[in-house]
């Protein structure tokens, strides 16, 4: 069976992993913006099903073209494309004209909706009006393999989120909210890993009273060793899918905080901490608790992203969506 891949100009580390997986059982290729639409139609004339990963503009050329070929296509819903938060204008509905369009003429006329957790698939629903029989929930997958720590090494009292780094994550991320527990939390260091602009830098190193870092974007090998050493990962965001970083961080021993944002509280569950957002005295709470955290807590997160989020069980379930469509 030939699947082809439909993505948004370079295809982040997740969506290149799901090609990897369904490479191991069908013909795949994966097709990115920009790309000419003659090409685009071609490239889905000799495939027999579409993925396309987030609702916007590529997916609802593609989905549109897969209907004309009377092909199925699913769309892979990540968070933003079927979010919305007005008072942090996030969303693709509070985004452009074209980028709302899009996004529903995606969701909606997509045969499948895959989203990475359930608070996903009832903002489909309710927020973009997608058909509650054609969402599934098929959550992302991590290598426990490749994300695991480093027996017996000693943690250092570091804090680490990783984000792209501008005026709209700062409000999303809760970046700012980060930076003043780092203000409170002098006997730690804390570090956002992820592209910065100046600006924004500028800001937060402000709030933190200098007890910040910028790494700058860093190759998965760099933030695994980042990982490994760090005592405490925080995911503070206002909305989320499932949260990669936090799951991998998990899975090398961080003892995670975050908030109770989306898929935030899918993947600590009893394994971390939680605050309310912008609380920064009950975070730094929080934190020192974390950084003071023994090795079985650092275990025990291991364990839930390992048991439940495996990428066996992302490739096994995303293959039967596509088998399923295809009919094959």
């Not at 792209?164 to 939390?185: N, Q």
């Not at 608790?289 to 364990?303: M, Q, T, V």
Request: glycine share 8%; aromatic share 8%; with cysteine.
């Amino acid at each position: 069976m030939r699947v082809a891949v439909v993505c948004f100009w370079k295809p982040p580390p997740f969506a290149i992993q799901d090609q990897q997986l369904l490479a191991k059982r069908f013909s795949v290729t994966i097709t990115t913006l920009p790309w000419h639409p003659l090409r685009l139609l071609r490239q889905l004339a000799k495939s027999d099903i579409c993925v396309c990963w987030f609702a916007d503009v590529h997916s609802a050329i593609a989905v549109g073209i897969s209907r004309a070929l009377r092909k199925p296509s699913i769309v892979i819903a990540g968070g933003y494309d079927v979010a919305r938060v007005p008072e942090i204008h996030y969303g693709a509905l509070l985004y452009s004209p074209i980028t709302r369009l899009s996004a529903m003429y995606a969701l909606r006329r997509a045969d499948r909706v895959l989203v990475v957790d359930r608070m996903l698939a009832l903002e489909a629903e309710t927020n973009m009006g997608v058909e509650t029989s054609k969402i599934r929930y098929v959550p992302t997958g991590y290598d426990s393999e490749f994300w695991k720590p480093i027996p017996g090494t000693e943690r250092e009292a570091t804090v680490i989120t990783v984000a792209t780094v501008d005026d709209s994550t700062i409000r999303l991320k809760g970046l700012e909210f980060y930076a003043r527990i780092a203000a409170i939390v002098r006997e730690a260091s804390f570090v956002i890993a992820g592209k910065a602009t100046p600006k924004a830098m500028e800001s937060l190193t402000h709030l933190a009273q200098g007890n910040i870092r910028f790494t700058g974007q860093v190759s998965q090998e760099v933030l695994l060793g980042m990982f490994r050493r760090a005592g405490v990962y925080c995911q503070l965001s206002r909305h989320e899918g499932l949260p990669n970083s936090l799951c991998e961080a998990m899975l090398c021993g961080c003892v995670p905080v975050g908030t109770r944002a989306g898929g935030i509280p899918t993947a600590i569950g009893d394994a971390g901490s939680y605050i309310e957002f912008g609380d920064a005295i009950a975070g730094a709470d929080a934190v020192r608790k974390a950084l003071r955290a023994p090795s079985a807590s650092r275990e025990k997160a291991r364990e839930r992203i390992s048991k439940m989020f495996p990428i066996q069980r992302r490739e096994r379930e995303l293959a039967a969506q596509v088998l399923e469509l295809a009919g094959k």
